[in-house]
């Protein structure tokens, strides 16, 4: 599909629609928002401003998953 714009995610090539918002990036990943932080090219993104966040072409993301552990 031509008409999709290419990013970075975690270091590997990702593509997805221009204009897609950060959470539903986020889905199409397979990642539950509400269970990740996010750098958004170099500077962490509150979590305020996600659902304003359109990808653009050349945008690099960093995406941590919050892991709840305990002992077994």
Known sequence: MSNQITLKVNGETRTCLPQT???NF???LGLNPRLVAVEYNGEILHRQF??????QPGDKLE?????GGGVA
């Open 50 to 55: 996600w659902e304003k966040t359109e990808m």
């Open 26 to 28: 986020l889905e199409e």
């Open 63 to 67: 995406i941590v998953t919050i892991v």
């Open 21 to 23: 918002l950060l959470p």
